[in-house]
């Protein structure tokens, strides 16, 4: 095996996949930029990620290779990027591919000058000519020979790109929320009415679309929610075995995914799919267990799969694993046979499994394998002993690897949903689960004495990567659900802090945020307003910032998210499928201009809730406040006396010596009780 190379101390397990490499490859960094001006050679910059199975193609079939190794360290400087560690150089090298391309994707090879600047850029290439691509070592061959005969031809260009890439998406801001009607109609003119969801193959979950839709819970809105829910519920795209969901379907109608599993969709859609279940009614009672049973399975394969040892949640798990051959395949621990089914249930349960799960002779996937699907409405008893019997004979397969990285914002994300789910399914354990979680990023990633935030850790120690805007505000929302539920200002004080550090570092002139720092290699600072697979970092921002402003009552943090949300409003006026959360937070100040502001709710109990007494009515009155209160609320629960939450605990008491809860909205408060069948009157009275 060669001398590990410079990957070897790093803490992405997707760079250490390469430290065995003959490839000398640098990670990102100044180190690099310095080495190639010194040699006067381009930059090979790779991005990809652990869980990309092409990424391993290429790797394996490139990378590995002695000769195509020796000849990068001939004649470039290669760099090797996890997009995951670093989303800031992904974004802006992938704007450059796009437009050099018309295309993008993962793996990413981008060819820099030493002076940073791109002249030319691709996707996967083979080791061998095939589909139109030419072979890689012949894209080397090419760019090393350009680079030594036409050096000044492609400085030249490579200046011209990037001035032109400097040009490219120019924000501009709006003083006009855009209307609820006009939006949610172009919406809908993507809407797939038969298998839902948006859009063609390939279909990602539309996690933060479904935030925004079901904000107002009118009829048509919340149709495509259900309907969008059910149907990614019942294919393969989600993971009936184990739970949660893959990252995305290759087919329309959900039922073959791209296996991988990551963290920050799982997160999201905890969040959707429990937004999804208070929004439907009690009649519709199997399409609600659907949307319950998410809800309860994924937070278990999140507990179960991805908890690291130090408390926090891992990023991902591979699509690709080895079959009883020894042969690495993607998607191979997930899939049934017939026979497979049989063997592991019996003849009785196996044929009912095949029903109920569409598994066939033909296969929906690879030969005789298929995926499962939920179809009908099977009794959920059996389906649930069916479930576990099958879920023991798969855990005797080889597991996908597990990318054990963990990052600042995709952990915000999950605390936040995870508290969102405690507090409306009454499951303290899922609280506790939040608040370890907390407690670990904020160990490993954060050191306010020395005002440092890192994105990633691994084991429990800091990688050198700066947090971007996303870190600062999906944790800072995290932190601030946490002290809601809690009462523990100790973390509405660190999102506070998070809030500033932000404003601080992020601030664009026109009041919006760019995504990054000033500073470092990059040839342009990264700025996207779109909601892709994760929030953008305008819209973290701007909705830590109202949780955050609410619950602390200021002021000036609420006017931060305003200015911040003009920039988005274009953007939610003419593209919002890519604006889930931006769209979200239009349609709640929409709301609020109506009459229907966001509530700040105050649960008082005399005494903290871990030894409550009337443990009972405190979770009926707290859970009554999170499954009702409309989107955009603040909900505080704490002992009287409360104090780090501005003056929202002043001079209100546990009434009666029972718990107690308060609701304002606006400027307009409501009288007090202690009943959680009168809290919908408060909640949702236009005034």
């Given at each position: 095996?060669?001398?590990?190379?410079?990957?070897?101390?790093?803490?992405?397990?997707?760079?250490?996949?390469?430290?065995h490499?003959?490839?000398?490859?640098?990670?990102?960094?100044?180190?690099?930029?310095?080495?190639?001006?010194e040699?006067?050679?381009?930059?090979?910059?790779s991005?990809?990620?652990a869980?990309?199975?092409?990424?391993?193609?290429?790797?394996?079939?490139s990378?590995?290779?002695?000769?195509?190794?020796?000849?990068?360290n001939?004649?470039?400087v290669s760099?090797?990027?996890?997009?995951e560690?670093?989303?800031?150089?992904?974004?802006?090298?992938m704007n450059?591919?796009?437009a050099?391309?018309?295309?993008?994707?993962w793996?990413?090879?981008?060819?820099?000058?030493?002076?940073g600047?791109?002249?030319?850029?691709?996707?996967?290439?083979?080791?061998?000519?095939?589909?139109?691509?030419?072979?890689?070592?012949?894209?080397?061959?090419?760019?090393?020979?350009?680079w030594s005969e036409r050096?000044?031809?492609?400085v030249?260009?490579?200046?011209?790109?990037?001035?032109?890439?400097?040009?490219?998406?120019?924000?501009?801001?709006?003083?006009?929320?855009?209307?609820?009607?006009?939006?949610?109609?172009?919406?809908?003119?993507?809407?797939?009415?038969?298998?839902?969801?948006?859009?063609?193959?390939?279909?990602?979950?539309?996690?933060?679309?479904l935030?925004?839709?079901?904000?107002?819970?009118?009829?048509?809105?919340l149709d495509?929610?259900?309907?969008?829910?059910?149907?990614?519920?019942?294919?393969?795209?989600?993971?009936?075995?184990g739970?949660?969901?893959?990252?995305?379907?290759?087919?329309?109608?959900?039922?073959?995914?791209?296996?991988?599993?990551?963290?920050?969709?799982?997160?999201?859609?905890v969040?959707?799919?429990?937004?999804?279940?208070?929004r439907?009614?009690?009649?519709d009672?199997?399409?609600?267990?659907?949307?319950?049973?998410?809800?309860?399975?994924?937070?278990?394969?999140?507990?179960?799969e991805?908890r690291?040892?130090q408390?926090?949640?891992?990023?991902?798990?591979?699509?690709?694993?080895?079959?009883?051959?020894g042969?690495?395949?993607?998607?191979i621990?997930?899939?049934w046979?017939?026979?497979?089914?049989?063997?592991?249930l019996?003849?009785?349960?196996?044929?009912?499994a095949?029903q109920?799960?569409?598994?066939?002779?033909?296969?929906?996937?690879?030969?005789?394998?298929?995926?499962l699907?939920?179809?009908?409405?099977?009794?959920?008893?059996?389906?649930?002993?069916?479930?576990?019997?099958?879920?023991?004979?798969?855990?005797?397969?080889?597991?996908p690897?597990?990318?054990?990285?963990?990052?600042?914002?995709?952990n915000g994300?999950?605390?936040?949903?995870?508290?969102?789910?405690?507090?409306?399914?009454g499951?303290?354990?899922?609280?506790?689960?939040?608040?370890?979680t907390?407690e670990?990023?904020?160990?490993?990633?954060?050191?306010?004495?020395?005002?440092t935030?890192?994105?990633?850790?691994?084991?429990?120690?800091?990688?050198?990567t700066?947090?971007?805007?996303?870190?600062?505000?999906?944790l800072?929302?995290g932190?601030a659900?946490?002290?809601?539920?809690?009462?523990?200002?100790t973390?509405?004080?660190?999102?506070?802090?998070?809030?500033?550090?932000?404003d601080?570092?992020?601030?664009?002139?026109?009041?919006?945020?760019?995504?990054?720092a000033?500073?470092?290699?990059?040839?342009?600072?990264?700025?996207?307003?779109?909601?892709?697979?994760?929030?953008?970092?305008?819209?973290?921002l701007?909705?830590?910032?109202?949780?955050?402003?609410?619950?602390?009552?200021?002021?000036?943090?609420?006017?931060?998210?305003d200015?911040?949300?003009?920039?988005?409003?274009?953007?939610?006026?003419?593209q919002?499928?890519?604006?889930?959360?931006?769209?979200?937070d239009?349609?709640?100040?929409?709301e609020a201009?109506?009459?229907?502001?966001?509530?700040?709710?105050?649960?008082?109990?005399?005494?903290?809730?871990?030894?409550?007494?009337?443990e009972?009515?405190?979770?009926?009155?707290?859970?009554?406040?999170?499954?009702?209160?409309?989107?955009?609320s603040?909900?505080?629960?704490?002992?009287?006396?409360?104090?780090g939450?501005?003056?929202?605990?002043?001079e209100?008491?546990?009434?009666?010596?029972a718990?107690?809860?308060y609701?304002?909205?606006?400027?307009v408060?409501?009288e007090?009780?202690?009943?959680?069948?009168?809290?919908?009157?408060?909640?949702?009275?236009r005034c």
């Amino acid at each position: 095996m060669p001398v590990p190379n410079r990957l070897a101390e790093s803490t992405s397990p997707y760079l250490q996949q390469h430290a065995h490499q003959e490839v000398e490859w640098f990670p990102w960094g100044p180190e690099a930029f310095a080495a190639a001006r010194e040699r006067d050679v381009p930059l090979l910059v790779s991005t990809g990620y652990a869980a990309c199975h092409w990424c391993h193609v290429m790797a394996h079939e490139s990378f590995d290779d002695h000769a195509t190794a020796e000849y990068m360290n001939q004649h470039f400087v290669s760099v090797k990027v996890d997009r995951e560690e670093h989303p800031d150089v992904d974004a802006v090298l992938m704007n450059a591919t796009q437009a050099l391309t018309g295309q993008g994707g993962w793996p990413m090879t981008v060819f820099l000058t030493p002076a940073g600047e791109p002249f030319f850029a691709g996707t996967y290439f083979p080791p061998e000519p095939a589909n139109g691509l030419p072979a890689f070592t012949e894209v080397l061959q090419a760019l090393a020979g350009a680079w030594s005969e036409r050096r000044d031809e492609v400085v030249s260009s490579a200046s011209q790109i990037t001035a032109q890439l400097r040009d490219l998406n120019p924000v501009d801001t709006s003083d006009k929320v855009p209307g609820a009607r006009e939006t949610l109609e172009l919406l809908g003119k993507d809407f797939d009415m038969i298998h839902g969801g948006f859009g063609t193959a390939p279909k990602f979950p539309p996690a933060m679309v479904l935030d925004a839709l079901l904000v107002k819970g009118d009829p048509t809105s919340l149709d495509i929610a259900q309907l969008t829910c059910e149907m990614m519920a019942r294919g393969g795209l989600f993971d009936r075995v184990g739970g949660g969901f893959h990252r995305y379907a290759v087919d329309p109608g959900w039922v073959v995914p791209h296996f991988e599993k990551m963290l920050y969709d799982n997160a999201l859609l905890v969040g959707a799919y429990l937004r999804c279940w208070r929004r439907t009614a009690d009649h519709d009672g199997y399409k609600r267990e659907i949307f319950e049973n998410v809800v309860y399975s994924t937070v278990e394969w999140m507990e179960r799969e991805l908890r690291t040892e130090q408390g926090a949640f891992a990023s991902s798990l591979d699509a690709d694993s080895s079959d009883i051959r020894g042969m690495v395949a993607e998607g191979i621990f997930y899939v049934w046979s017939p026979e497979l089914l049989v063997d592991a249930l019996g003849e009785v349960d196996g044929g009912w499994a095949r029903q109920v799960f569409h598994v066939h002779d033909n296969g929906t996937f690879m030969g005789p394998l298929s995926t499962l699907q939920l179809h009908g409405s099977p009794d959920q008893g059996r389906l649930t002993s069916v479930i576990d019997t099958l879920r023991v004979e798969r855990d005797k397969r080889f597991r996908p690897m597990r990318d054990d990285k963990v990052v600042a914002s995709w952990n915000g994300l999950a605390i936040d949903s995870l508290v969102n789910a405690a507090m409306t399914f009454g499951e303290s354990s899922w609280l506790e689960l939040a608040r370890q979680t907390a407690e670990a990023v904020w160990a490993f990633h954060v050191d306010e004495a020395a005002d440092t935030f890192v994105r990633t850790s691994r084991d429990g120690v800091a990688g050198n990567t700066p947090a971007v805007a996303e870190d600062h505000g999906n944790l800072a929302l995290g932190l601030a659900r946490l002290a809601g539920a809690t009462g523990d200002a100790t973390w509405l004080r660190r999102a506070v802090w998070l809030m500033r550090r932000a404003d601080r570092l992020f601030s664009a002139p026109d009041g919006g945020f760019f995504d990054a720092a000033e500073g470092g290699e990059l040839f342009n600072r990264p700025r996207d307003l779109t909601d892709s697979s994760t929030p953008s970092g305008t819209s973290s921002l701007v909705a830590a910032l109202r949780l955050v402003g609410l619950m602390a009552s200021d002021k000036e943090l609420l006017a931060r998210a305003d200015s911040a949300a003009r920039t988005t409003w274009p953007l939610v006026a003419s593209q919002p499928r890519f604006a889930g959360w931006s769209l979200a937070d239009a349609l709640v100040l929409d709301e609020a201009r109506r009459g229907l502001k966001p509530a700040q709710v105050v649960i008082v109990t005399d005494e903290s809730i871990a030894d409550a007494d009337d443990e009972q009515v405190i979770d009926r009155l707290a859970t009554a406040a999170w499954r009702m209160a409309p989107a955009g609320s603040a909900i505080i629960v704490g002992p009287v006396g409360t104090t780090g939450f501005g003056d929202l605990f002043e001079e209100r008491t546990a009434r009666e010596g029972a718990t107690t809860a308060y609701v304002c909205r606006g400027q307009v408060c409501f009288e007090p009780t202690n009943d959680y069948t009168e809290l919908k009157t408060p909640l949702w009275s236009r005034c």
